[in-house]
């Protein structure tokens, strides 16, 4: 289980589930022996999930003049090329062993660090602006 923090936002709460979600299916398809292309696309579906639920926490952040902006945008920027680049590499050398450990740990410790600090807070802001 993957141990983060509700947000002041629902959408963004309701895209974190999905997220933990579609991690752990990735997970078990892995650990399954499933067939790469169901992985394929089970990646691909992470992907687009992480770069709409990021575009859509951006339109909120750019609608409520939340300042600190560029650097949050920053981190999904990074996160998303990152993410790209380790997808490539899946489907270039089917190394099952480096895409699990990335799902398991290093896919872990972003999500749970970046819903504690930049969107808890963010959230937090955009909520506090709503109600003004
Ligand atoms: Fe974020």
Sequence with gaps: MLNYPRVAIDFMNNDH???????KYLLDLLHS????????????????????????EEKEMLAANFTPY???KGEHDKV?????ARIESWKAARNVT???????????????NHVSSMDFVTAAYIQSRGQS
């Excluded at 790469?36 to 859509?56: P, S």
């Excluded at 480096?98 to 749970?112: C, G, N, Y």
């Design 80 to 84: 998303l090329a990152d993410m790209a």
């Design 17 to 23: 589930a999905e997220f933990v979600a579609l991690r």
């Design 33 to 56: 022996g499933a067939d790469h292309t169901q992985v394929d696309t089970m990646l691909d579906n992470l992907l687009e999930h992480t770069r709409l639920h990021f575009a859509e």
């Design 98 to 112: 480096a895409l699990s450990d990335w799902l398991e740990h290093a896919i872990r410790d972003w999500f749970v």
């Design 70 to 72: 560029p650097v949050h």
